[in-house]
């Protein structure tokens, strides 16, 4: 039974804080969250690291391949990202159709029947309605040709969705929710500034309403994934808060991976054999990104610098994941940063031994990635082959992280339920750039990592 609350002031009530959680209380918060989930002699445990504050660590030695833990989540809800389709049921995940697809109790979430009237929408709809939502299919008027009105969802107000579910969680619950770290970002308030311009009456002078959301918005900006959902054949990305899962530290090339199960359960397994008492990790990043792309990403978002092995290596073991072409006249050689501890390296070519300045080779990386990007979002994947194995190579090295992002982009639309049929010769091309990766997975020391099962066609 979800508890109901009717006001502002009984949700700030509802989430007492308790940021003075003890690692024993720690453990035992996620013990109950992780319910008849959890084995009854773990081969994992949580204790201070020396890589950030605390992490989980193996309690017994961890053959590669094998189950550490699995993980609902404790909160979901919809990530509102640009181009996704927002007709999809909050509650169930569903398609619903392409008119008239809100909530009939006008609180302007997009809801099909079945959940409108359920008990886990009944709380966000009410406090959504007492917030009076402003109606965009009204502001918009937009209509289809017949003259009917179209719904229209507010993204801004579709994502703060999660963080409202957040204040209906059990006392225990939402004490996890309140002993996980959270990063003071000025863009989480602008966040939901915008979110309250979607409604006439949003508690924005209620300060301790405010700074408990604010809280809550940035827990869940910084731990909270991105996990594919499919209902009735409809993929939607779900975002949910995993706690023991974004308890993990990272690492560029870590020991363990994570993959999730239809947007609600994570499964987290041992990439590489995995010693007693050492840390295990994960990643915040894409595994194939190169240094400079990995470092900006981690210091932009989650606020550090990496300093493994795989950072302090110009060559990421051989795979040159960085590398462009030098731009010296008649030189065909690899330019790869010089410097590891900085975003703004020199670059070196590794043949005629010329340096370049950052600025200089950011757009050549920059034009790289732009090109490869629109061909993308705007080509077949006939005309996408085409494109990597007979024009990239006049600007791009093969071992450079864009273009095996591509390939990998060939991969998965060749590979998804539902795709077209194929030439030998196409398929052919496929095979040929899953072999690329998988070598470039191995050179890295990557193990049984998720991607290495996707690209095998091992887990979906």
């Excluded at 979430?109 to 965009?136: I, M, T, Y």
């Excluded at 095979?431 to 990557?446: C, M, N, P, V």
């Amino acid at each position: 039974m979800v508890e109901r609350i009717n006001t502002t002031a009984a949700m700030v009530a509802h989430m007492a804080p308790s940021r003075s959680t003890t690692p024993d209380q720690l453990a035992r918060l996620i013990d109950v969250h992780l319910g008849e989930l959890r084995e009854v002699l773990p081969n994992w445990t949580l204790a201070p690291s020396p890589v950030a504050g605390r992490g989980v660590f193996a309690t017994r030695d961890i053959a590669a391949g094998e189950l550490i833990f699995r993980e609902r989540a404790l909160v979901v809800g919809p990530t509102a990202r640009k181009g996704s389709q927002l007709n999809t049921c909050v509650c169930c995940h569903r398609l619903l159709g392409a008119k008239q697809f809100l909530c009939p109790h006008r609180c302007t979430l997009p809801v099909c029947g079945e959940c409108a009237d359920s008990e886990a929408h009944h709380n966000e709809c009410a406090h959504f309605q007492r917030w009076q939502p402003k109606d965009l299919s009204e502001e918009c008027k937009e209509l289809l040709p017949t003259g009917e009105p179209v719904d229209v969802v507010n993204p801004l107000s579709l994502r703060i969705l999660t963080a409202v579910r957040v204040f209906y969680l059990s006392k225990e619950q939402r004490a996890l929710v309140d002993a996980m770290q959270a990063n003071a970002e000025r863009g989480y308030r602008q966040e939901i500034i915008k979110a309250a311009q979607c409604f006439r009456k949003f508690p924005t002078t209620d300060k301790p309403f405010m700074d408990q959301l604010f809280r809550v918005v940035g827990v869940l900006n910084t731990n909270a994934f991105e996990a594919p959902c499919r209902v009735d054949g409809h993929e939607s990305l779900l975002r949910g808060l995993f706690p023991l899962t974004a308890i993990m530290n990272h690492e560029c090339t870590p020991n363990a991976s994570h993959y999730f199960e239809n947007g609600r359960l994570a499964v987290v397994r041992a990439a590489r054999d995995i010693p007693k008492g050492g840390e295990i990790t994960t990643t915040y990043t894409k595994i194939l990104w190169s240094n400079l792309t990995r470092g900006i990403f981690l210091k932009m978002t989650k606020y550090f610098v990496c300093n493994c092995d795989r950072c302090n290596d110009n060559s990421e073991n051989g795979t040159y994941l960085s590398a462009l072409f030098c731009r010296e006249q008649g030189c065909k050689g690899l330019v790869i940063p010089v410097q590891t501890k900085t975003l703004q390296p020199d670059w070196r070519c590794l043949s005629c031994e010329n340096v370049f300045p950052h600025a200089k080779m950011a757009r050549y990386q920059d034009f790289a990635l732009n090109t490869i990007n629109n061909r993308i979002n705007t080509c077949s994947v006939r005309d996408m082959i085409h494109f990597i194995n007979e024009l990239c190579p006049r600007f791009c090295p093969p071992s450079n992280y864009v273009l095996i992002e591509a390939k990998l982009n060939v991969i998965w639309r060749m590979t998804r339920i539902g795709a077209e049929e194929y030439t030998p010769e196409e398929l052919a091309h496929k095979d040929r750039y899953r072999e690329e990766i998988l070598a470039i997975l191995h050179k890295l020391g990557a193990g049984e990592c998720t991607l290495k099962k996707l690209i095998n066609e091992e887990i979906q």
